[in-house]
C-alpha cells in the first residue's frame, strides 16, 4: 500500500471516528440523562422555564432532528451556553485549552527525552545494576497514576519542602505575557519577559512531572526492550564487522528502528496524558480544559460535558493519526510501501 | 498476537485442534512462571490482597471503622503500632479501611470485568468470524468510536449523568471496557478462522456455533486472561479516580480514590494521604506484575 493511499484511509477512518463519537456523546448528554433541561436548571425551576429551555434545545423534536442542531451548532463552533460559568462553552475552551496544551506538551517532551534517555541506558548496561535498578523504577513508576503522584507532591512541596509552586500557572504580583500562542513560557520567552517566564516554568515543573511519570516508564520498557531485541539482529553483526565504532551502531543504527514500537504506543501515552490531566489539572488548579471538564461534569452541566468530551476526542483522533504518520516515516516499510500487512 | 506454540507457516498442516495451550502443560507453565522473581513477587502481592479483602472483617485490628464510626479522641493520630496507617480526622483507624476499600476495589474490577469481557470476546468472535460483512463493519467501527476516546474520559461522562453510586461507576467503566477485547479477539479470529484445523471442521459440516465457539474460541483465551489478569489493575484505577472525584461509593464506604482525596483535604496528616496512595499503587503494580509474568509464560505478544 502506497503511503499516500495509506494517509488517505487513516484521515477518512479518523473523520469516520469523530462522526461516530459525535453521535455518542450526543446520547450521553442529550438522552441518557433523560430530561436535560430539567436537569440543568435543578429541581426547583419553575416549569415554563424549564418549557422554554427545551423549545431552546430543541428537545421537543424527534432525535434525528435533534442530533442535526446540536451537530450543526457543534461544527460552527457553538456548543450553546455553559450553566457552569453562564458563559458560552467554547469562549471557556478557547481560554482554557491553551493551558492545557502548555502543561500536555511540557509532559510529552520530558516523557519522550526520559523515556529514551533511560531505554538507552537499560539496553546499554543490560543485566548490569543500572539495568536493574531502572527497570525497578519502572515497575513502581508505570503504576503510579497521575493523580496519586500529584497528590503526593502537592503535600510534599505545598507543605513540608516548598521550592516550588504548587498553585496555578503564574505567582500573583507578575504580570501576564501578551497572547500570542497562549503558552506562558513561550509568550514570555518571545517577549523577552524572563521575569515571568522563569516563574512560568516554575509552575510547570510539578504538574508535568506528575502527568508524565507513568507514561515515561512504560516508554522506558518499550524503548529497552525493542532495542535489546534489535541487538541480537543480524544488521548490527554485520556493522560490527565492518568495523563501525559502537556509539555511532547504537545512536545511528539501533536506535532509530528501535523507537518505532515506542512512536506507535506515543499515540496511546500522549491520549493519556491528556486524560489524566482531568485530575492533575483540578488539583494543582491548572486552569485548563481538564479543570474546566471536571467542574463541569461535576456540575452536571451538558453542554460543557459534551463540548469537553468532543473536544478532547478530535484532539485524541488527530494525535493518533500525527503519530501514524510519523511512524509511516520513520518506518521505511510503511514509507516505501513494501509492507503488505499494513 | 498470536501465539507462537501454534502452526504457523510451519508445512506440517494440523487438522486437529491444538489443545488451549493453558491447560495443556499446567506443570510446566507454573515452572517458567514461578522462574521469574518478580511475577512470583507480583503474585504474592496479588494473593494477599485478595485474602485479606475477603477476610477483612476478622484481620482487620477495627472492622467497625469501615462503617459509620467516629471518636474525636483518637483522630489524627500518626502511625503507631496501635494503627500501622494512623487514624484519619475522625479517628478511623487507615489500615483497615484500607483493607476495606480494597474489598470494593477488587469487586468493582470483577463486575467490571464480568460484565465487559464477554461481550467483548462475543463482538470480536463475531465480527472475526463474519469478516467483511456489514456485521464485522458496523461491529469494528463502533469500536473503534470506542476506542477513540480516553476510557476516565467516557466514564466521567456517564458515571456524572447517572446517578453517583458504586454500581453506576461500574457501569460507566464497562462500557468504556468491552472495546479492547473486541479489538484483540478480533484480531486473534480473523487469523485463525484461516487455520486449518477450522477449514477441515467447516468441511466436515460443523455448525457455525461450534466452530466459533469449540473451535476458535478455545485458541483466544490466554491472551484474553493475560488482558484479564493486567486490566485488574487498570480498573482499579479508573475506579480511584473516580472515586477521588466523588464518584463511585458514597461515603461511609472506603474507598481507595475517595480516602486519597480525603487525606488531600487534611495535608496536616501526611498519613492520610500516603498510606491509601501507597495502597492504590501496590494494588496497580502487584497485577501489573503477575500479568507481565503470565504473558511471558505463555509467549504472548499483545501489543
Not at chain 1, 147 to 174: D, E, K, N, Q, T
Not at chain 1, 196 to 218: E, M, R, T, Y
Not at chain 1, 292 to 315: E, F, Q, R
Not at chain 2, 222 to 238: E, H, Q, R
Request: with cysteine.
Amino acid at each position: 500500500m502506497k503511503l499516500s493511499s495509506f494517509l488517505l484511509k487513516r484521515l477518512l477512518h479518523s473523520i469516520f471516528v469523530i462522526f461516530g463519537l459525535s453521535i455518542m456523546i450526543f446520547i450521553i448528554a442529550r438522552v441518557v440523562p433523560g430530561d436535560p433541561a430539567r436537569l440543568a436548571l435543578g429541581p426547583r425551576a419553575p416549569e415554563e422555564v424549564v418549557q422554554r429551555l427545551r423549545q431552546e434545545m430543541y428537545l421537543d423534536k424527534p432525535l434525528p432532528e435533534q442530533y442535526f442542531y446540536w451537530i450543526k451548532g457543534v461544527l460552527s463552533g457553538d456548543f450553546g451556553r455553559s450553566l457552569f460559568t453562564k458563559r458560552a462553552v467554547s469562549e471557556d475552551i478557547k481560554e482554557s485549552f491553551s493551558a492545557t496544551m502548555e502543561l500536555v506538551i511540557f509532559a510529552g517532551i520530558l516523557m519522550v527525552i526520559f523515556a529514551v534517555l533511560l531505554g538507552i541506558l537499560a539496553a546499554r548496561y543490560k543485566d548490569a545494576w543500572v539495568d536493574n535498578l531502572i527497570r525497578t523504577l519502572s515497575y513502581f513508576g508505570v503504576a503510579i497514576p497521575a493523580f496519586v503522584a500529584a497528590i503526593i507532591f502537592m503535600l510534599l512541596f505545598g507543605c513540608y519542602w516548598p521550592i516550588l509552586p504548587v498553585l496555578g500557572r503564574l505567582s500573583p504580583g507578575i504580570s501576564l505575557p501578551t497572547k500570542i500562542t497562549g503558552l506562558l513560557t513561550l509568550d514570555s520567552l518571545i517577549e523577552g519577559n524572563f521575569v515571568a517566564f522563569w516563574d512560568a516554568f516554575k509552575h510547570l515543573i510539578l504538574p508535568s512531572v506528575a502527568l508524565s511519570l507513568g507514561p515515561l516508564f512504560q516508554e522506558a520498557r518499550i524503548a529497552r526492550s525493542s532495542m535489546v531485541e534489535n541487538m541480537r539482529k543480524d544488521f548490527l553483526f554485520a556493522e560490527r564487522g565492518y568495523g563501525i565504532s559502537e556509539r555511532v551502531i547504537m545512536f545511528k543504527y539501533l536506535l532509530k528502528p528501535s523507537l518505532i514500537p515506542m512512536v506507535s504506543v506515543m499515540g496511546l501515552d500522549l491520549s493519556a496524558l491528556f486524560s489524566a490531566a482531568f485530575l492533575v489539572e483540578m488539583i494543582f488548579n491548572w486552569p485548563g480544559i481538564s479543570r474546566y471538564g471536571t467542574n463541569v461534569m461535576l456540575h452536571k452541566d451538558l453542554n460543557g460535558i459534551s463540548a469537553v468530551t468532543i473536544v478532547l476526542g478530535a484532539v485524541f483522533v488527530v494525535v493518533n493519526v500525527i503519530v501514524d504518520i510519523i511512524v509511516a516515516f520513520l518506518d521505511p516499510r510503511i514509507r516505501l510501501g513494501t509492507n503488505q500487512g499494513i | 498476537m498470536r501465539n507462537s506454540n501454534q502452526p504457523n507457516n510451519s508445512i506440517a498442516i494440523s487438522l486437529v485442534r491444538p489443545k488451549s495451550i493453558f491447560w495443556h502443560n499446567l506443570g510446566k507453565n507454573w515452572y517458567k512462571f514461578s522462574r521469574n522473581p518478580l511475577s512470583m513477587i507480583g503474585l504474592v502481592i496479588v494473593l494477599v490482597i485478595i485474602i485479606s479483602a475477603i477476610f477483612a472483617p476478622w484481620i482487620t485490628p477495627y472492622p467497625e471503622h469501615a462503617g459509620p464510626f467516629v471518636d474525636f479522641e483518637s483522630a489524627g493520630q500518626p502511625p503507631s503500632l496501635q494503627h500501622l496507617c494512623g487514624t484519619d480526622n475522625i479517628g478511623r483507624d487507615i489500615f483497615s479501611r484500607i483493607i476495606f476499600a480494597f474489598r470494593g476495589a477488587l469487586i468493582m474490577a470483577v463486575v467490571v470485568l464480568a460484565l465487559a469481557v464477554p461481550l467483548g470476546v462475543l463482538l470480536g468472535l463475531i465480527a472475526g468470524q463474519l469478516q467483511n460483512t456489514w456485521i464485522d463493519i458496523v461491529i469494528m467501527r463502533i469500536t473503534d468510536v470506542f476506542l477513540g476516546i480516553p476510557s476516565l474520559i467516557l466514564a466521567l461522562a456517564i458515571a456524572v449523568v447517572l446517578k453517583p453510586t458504586l454500581m453506576n461507576a461500574m457501569i460507566a467503566i464497562s462500557v468504556t471496557w468491552w472495546a479492547w477485547y473486541t479489538r484483540l479477539v478480533y484480531g486473534m479470529a480473523s487469523s485463525i478462522r484461516n487455520e486449518y484445523f477450522v477449514i477441515a471442521a467447516d468441511l466436515i459440516g460443523a455448525s457455525k456455533f461450534h466452530i466459533l465457539f469449540r473451535e476458535i474460541l478455545p485458541n483466544c483465551l490466554s491472551p484474553v486472561f493475560t488482558k484479564i489478569a493486567l486490566d485488574v489493575g487498570w480498573v482499579i484505577l479508573i475506579g480511584a479516580a473516580l472515586g477521588f472525584l466523588g464518584l463511585g461509593a458514597q461515603p461511609p464506604t472506603p474507598a481507595l480514590g475517595q480516602m486519597v482525596s480525603d487525606g488531600a483535604n487534611n495535608i496536616t496528616f501526611w498519613w492520610m494521604t500516603v498510606f491509601p496512595a501507597l495502597a492504590i499503587v501496590l494494588a496497580i503494580m502487584s497485577f501489573n506484575l503477575m500479568g507481565d509474568g503470565l504473558r511471558d509464560m505463555l509467549e504472548i505478544r499483545m501489543e
